[in-house]
């Protein structure tokens, strides 16, 4: 009879202890559905965020380009009204009558000139002499 006692009790404390470590060591479904519900704010926070900033540069865009188009007709309206009401060498000097005419003497004087890129080496002042892209540069030989 004792074999049968110590037999029920080792397998009720085995069923208590088994409980006990599932409850544990089982993830929570009510915390996975938290953290899932989570992630789906969160996601939807970041395409909200993404749309504003999309629609933020796009309007910035479109601004820049009224900027624009307000200044070039401010400038048309003061090369016109120098001209105008100006003597035509004091209004040459003051504004030119074309809009790119400012920009097109500082273009014409950098295109003249030839542009020669840096060089990341040094060049050998002599024919004879190693240069500095060689493997033996700078390298004494042993006598």
Do not use: P
């Given at each position: 009879?004792?074999?049968?006692?110590?037999?029920?009790?080792?397998?009720t404390i085995g069923i208590v202890v088994g409980v006990i470590l599932t409850d544990k060591l089982s993830t929570n479904s009510k915390r996975v559905r938290d953290l899932e519900n989570q992630i789906s704010t969160l996601k939807e926070s970041h395409e909200e965020y993404k749309e504003n900033v999309s629609d933020h540069f796009s309007k910035t865009a479109e601004l820049v380009h009224r900027m624009t188009e307000n200044y070039k007709g401010i400038y048309q309206h003061l090369a016109s009204g120098a001209q105008n009401l100006c003597?035509?060498?004091v209004a040459g000097k003051l504004l030119p009558t074309e809009s790119d005419a400012t920009?097109?003497?500082s273009t014409s004087d950098e295109n003249s000139q030839e542009r020669i890129p840096p060089r990341d080496y040094a060049t050998r002042t002599s024919s004879d002499r190693i240069g500095a892209l060689s493997e033996n540069f700078?390298?004494?030989?042993p006598d």
């Open positions: 009879m004792s074999i049968w006692l110590i037999a029920i009790g080792c397998l003597s035509t060498e920009f097109s003497a700078g390298i004494e030989k």
